[in-house]
């Protein structure tokens, strides 16, 4: 769109090459000045004449292609992880009905990918390597739980989504 600009940029708010994820950048002329008597929010946000999105992109042969959201991606082994596309390949399985993914930490204090899983009523319950397979394959080996949870149901927050600030505040189970 002309007079838009867009650039993908990494952690050091430098640009990323093709092929790598990067938070969304926009600058146009209608962009916002800030938020109304939230001056974090607008320091985390606006900076100069871009702002921040909270979405993460890679650009593939010359498009954008959405990753997630930059809030629900980590980085396990170097390697970044959307944890949208790990429960998107874990609800492949017919095994599974639901799926919530975040980071927690091993017992070494290593980031790793944890799934909690919902299963389809009266399904067997899948073995954490054939679930791990499934990841590997669709989403790379990086992104595979180490720890899969299941249960009756996810944690939700008032809107429905589900809240993974509890899935990162659970207690320690075993690692796989």
Known sequence: VPGIGIE???????????GTPGRLWIRSGSNTSGYWRRKELTEDVV??????MGDTLEERDGRYVYVGRADDMFKVDGGWVSGTQVEAALLEHPAVAEAGVVSRPDGRG???????IVLESGADEPATEELRHLVSAGVGEHASPRMVSVRSELPRVASGKINRRALREEPDTAWA
Do not use: I
């Not at 900076?47 to 921040?52: A, H, T």
């Not at 290593?110 to 909690?116: C, D, E, F, G, N």
């Open 8 to 18: 993908l940029r990494g952690e050091d708010d430098e640009p990323v090459p093709p």
């Open 47 to 52: 900076r100069g004449e871009w702002l921040r």
């Open 110 to 116: 290593l980031a790793r990918t944890s799934a909690a």
